[in-house]
Nanobody
Framework: QMQLVESGGGLVHAGDSLRLSCAASVRTFTNYDMAWFRQAPGQEREFVAAIRWSGVSTYYADSVKGRFTISRDNAKNMVYLQMNSLKPEDTAVYYC?????????????????WGQGTQVTVSS
């Protein structure tokens, strides 16, 4: 079982940056691929970025490619999402997720572990 706790959300202006952090409580963090998803009010949860257990491979939604960077520190059981050039449409609750044997990193399927979410609000 893995517990995830996100932090780092807040209220920023368009063009600003934020770094989200996700702390994982689990025995073997490297058993898990990790991802960030987000959900805006009235919308479905959507994929933002994912990273394989080794940190070598990363994946991004087209809407954030070039602006967001996902990374992980396996020694600290941490996952990060660096968000630059934020836009009002990035406003959402951001969730950290973890799973094993992930076939399609952008799919919610097989991400069995989720954090409680952290709010990111970008004003224009």
């Amino acid at each position: 079982q893995m517990q995830l706790v996100e932090s780092g959300g807040g209220l920023v202006h368009a063009g600003d940056s934020l770094r989200l952090s996700c702390a994982a409580s689990v025995r073997t963090f490297t058993n898990y691929d990790m991802a960030w998803f987000r959900q805006a009010p009235g919308q479905e949860r959507e994929f933002v970025a994912a990273i394989r257990w080794s940190g070598v491979s990363t994946y991004y939604a087209d809407s954030v490619k070039g602006r967001f960077t996902i990374s992980r520190d396996n020694a600290k059981n941490m996952v990060y999402l660096q968000m630059n050039s934020l836009k009002p449409e990035d406003t959402a609750v951001y969730y950290c997720a973890g799973g094993s044997h992930i076939v399609e990193p952008s799919s919610l399927e097989r991400y069995y572990h989720w954090g409680q979410g952290t709010q990111v609000t970008v004003s224009s």
